[in-house]
């Protein structure tokens, strides 16, 4: 590929940056921190920030640590747990919007993009969508009519997503009140990006997760499936490359140029610069509440994948969420320090 020609670099570099807030929130929405995004002067005010609640202490929600032993295996439950166990799908909603309605706004060198209605809504939602035309919107980035999706909505990670889960999760999006919402058309003012630019950086660069043949019920791979995939901690939690798609060999050694250009924790096992000192069952109360083993709470856009939007990682089972820190403390450790970040110090880089 000829890297020296200066529109390529242009187009990389915007391409890049759309990545670099994936899943997320981010490409500027002011979520840093549930106070301040409410004061927030941010250019994305009416999707900017959800208002991502601080996470109070002591109120682990019911599906939390709570008593649930396994996943539920109905399907509309287990997408719904999926759902949660992804964040919440959350930049499908808006604040103060109908849940799943989308809208909400994503900036990036590219142009502006919003997030799509994914309620079943015949005509505005994906309620005339087969099960298969949804499933590959979610992890190949193709709407029916063969637009492709940029990779603002993580597709090259949920990729790794079990067909079963996808299924369930189909069965919960179907299942949840239409909204009729008309999607706001991006606006995309760098020529060629989606033609020549995106499908040449997806190839070259943004990594793939492979799907395995069945989800895995437990153990270390039952975490690391819902670190990689379903979860996709590593959209906020690995830092970029050049190129801007995640560098996996440094697989959540943390971000200091994350969404919102605020720093995104190192939550590899480093003594110094990780969680190498934190329990696994101080890991797994945080994902489940919210509440640090310091006496602090998650803030920004940890706080609103925690809280979720219908579900969260707070209702996923004590189980799964052991899974996860687990799998954290078998990662390699990897020496790489982010400044402080939003909970303690909102401004801090
Ligand atoms: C949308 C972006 C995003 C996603 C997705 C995300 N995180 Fe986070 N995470 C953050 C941010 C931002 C913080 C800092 C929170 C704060 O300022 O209080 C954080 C903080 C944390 C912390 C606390 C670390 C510390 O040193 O304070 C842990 C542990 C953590 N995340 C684990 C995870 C795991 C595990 C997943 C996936 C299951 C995940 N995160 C997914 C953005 C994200």
């Known amino acids: 590929m000829n890297c020296s020609s200066a529109l390529f670099r242009r187009l990389v570099a915007g391409a890049v940056a759309l990545v670099a807030l994936p899943g997320a929130p981010g490409l500027g929405l002011g979520v840093r921190d549930a106070a301040a995004a409410s004061h927030d002067t941010q250019p994305v005010t ?9 996470l109070g202490r002591g109120a682990p929600s019911a599906g939390g640590l709570g008593g649930i032993d396994s996943p539920p295996i109905n399907s509309v439950a287990r997408g719904k747990y999926i759902l949660g166990a992804a964040g919440g799908c959350g930049c499908h909603t808006e604040k103060d919007r109908p849940k799943h309605s989308g809208g909400r706004r994503y900036d990036g060198p590219f142009g502006t993009v919003y997030s799509t209605n994914i309620t079943p809504d015949r005509q505005t939602g994906i309620g005339s969508w087969t ?9 190949l980035g193709r709407r029916p009519n063969g637009e492709r999706l940029l990779p603002v909505h993580p597709f090259p990670v949920f990729n790794g997503m079990a067909e079963e889960d996808l299924h369930a ?7 949840v009140p239409p909204v009729n919402r008309e999607n706001q058309p991006k606006r995309i ?14 190839v070259a660069f943004a990594p793939r997760e492979t799907p395995p043949p069945k989800a895995p019920t437990s153990g270390l791979a039952r975490g690391e499936y819902l670190v990689r995939a379903v979860g996709h901690c590593g959209e906020c939690h690995t ?19 994350g969404p919102e250009k ?21 890991i797994a109360y945080y994902l489940g509440t919210g509440n640090r083993p310091d006496g602090d709470v ?11 939007t219908t579900a969260g990682y707070k209702d996923m089972t004590r189980e799964d969420l052991l899974a996860i820190a687990r799998y954290l403390k078998s990662i390699p450790p990897i020496k790489h320090k982010i400044g402080k970040v939003s909970a303690v110090n909102p401004s801090g880089r």
């Open 298 to 308: 998650a803030g920004g856009l940890m706080s609103e994948v925690i809280e979720g």
């Open 169 to 175: 999760l189909v069965a919960y999006l179907r299942s």
């Open 131 to 139: 099960g298969d035309q949804i499933i590959a919107a979610i992890r």
């Open 262 to 282: 605020s720093a995104v924790p190192n939550i590899t096992p480093d003594p110094e610069t990780g969680l190498g000192k934190w329990t696994e069952d101080e």
């Open 239 to 257: 830092p970029r490359t050049m190129t801007m798609a995640t560098d996996n060999s440094r697989f959540l050694a943390g971000n200091p140029n």
């Open 189 to 202: 003012t760098v020529p060629l990006f989606e033609s020549v630019f995106l499908p040449a950086w997806l």
């Open 46 to 54: 009416e999707s900017g920030g959800r208002g991502a609640p601080r």
